[in-house]
Antibody, heavy 118, light 109 residues
Framework: EVQLVESGGGLVQPGGSLRLSCAAS????????MSWVRQVPGKGLEWVSY????????YYADSVRGRFTISRDNAKDSLYLQMNSLRAEDTGVYYC???????????WGRGTLVTVSS | EIVMTQSPATLSLSPGERATLSCRAS??????LAWYQQKPGQAPRLLIY???NRATDTPARFSGSGSGTEFTLTISSLQSEDIAVYYC???????????FGGGTKVEIK
């Protein structure tokens, strides 16, 4: 069974940093493309970032490019999102998602809440 | 950027009724369209991909149709467990971006 478990969320001040993790299990992690998607509480969904299976291909939403960095450790079956220069508008639940059948967001984790506030 | 617009914002129906949710793209996305269901307090779940393919464990009462710029998610007979917000998402211009619609909230009357 595919399992994705996010962690690392919390309260951080504007301008601060946070590193999110997503622990994967139940599949051969290195073979799959992964993404991060976020959701402001009570609002819609926003794709944030993508990384290919080998970790050499990455893409970012315009709203986070230059501040967020996606990475993965295939030996640890883990996906990461390093978030720097955080802003109030980065507040939300962050989900990691796995690809299947060319659909990037086929499987989802339960999410971790990030709150950016002073 | 491709903009996805969903209508209506809220749909209130009685159990057993047919629900029709619409999604419009600002330009053609071919058949690269997915639908997600998000129940209260839960993560989104993929329902339909490539316009009309049901994802694993998606009940047969859910179906998708359309092409180009106009898409529809149909729930043939609404059940109480279908109360959720439904999002459409295009992936035709991937990379570099994926975009979601604003969602349709389905309520039981």
């Amino acid at each position: 069974e595919v399992q994705l478990v996010e962690s690392g969320g919390g309260l951080v001040q504007p301008g601060g940093s946070l590193r999110l993790s997503c622990a994967a299990s139940g599949f051969n992690f290195r073979s799959y493309e992964m993404s991060w998607v976020r959701q402001v509480p009570g609002k819609g969904l926003e794709w944030v970032s993508y990384i290919g299976g080998s970790g050499t291909s990455m893409y970012y939403a315009d709203s986070v490019r230059g501040r967020f960095t996606i990475s993965r450790d295939n030996a640890k079956d883990s996906l990461y999102l390093q978030m720097n220069s955080l802003r109030a508008e980065d507040t939300g639940v962050y989900y990691c998602a796995r690809e299947r059948e060319r659909v990037l967001l086929y499987y989802w984790g339960r999410g971790t809440l990030v709150t950016v506030s002073s | 950027e491709i903009v996805m617009t969903q209508s209506p914002a809220t749909l209130s129906l009685s159990p057993g009724e047919r629900a029709t949710l619409s999604c419009r793209a600002s330009q053609s996305v071919s058949a690269s369209l997915a639908w997600y269901q998000q129940k209260p307090g839960q993560a989104p779940r993929l329902l339909i991909y490539h316009t009309s393919n049901r994802a694993t464990d998606t009940p047969a009462r859910f179906s998708g149709s359309g092409s180009g710029t106009e898409f529809t998610l149909t729930i043939s007979s609404l059940q109480s467990e279908d109360i959720a917000v439904y999002y459409c998402q295009q992936y035709d211009n991937w990379p570099p971006a994926l975009t979601f619609g604003g969602g349709t909230k389905v309520e039981i009357k």
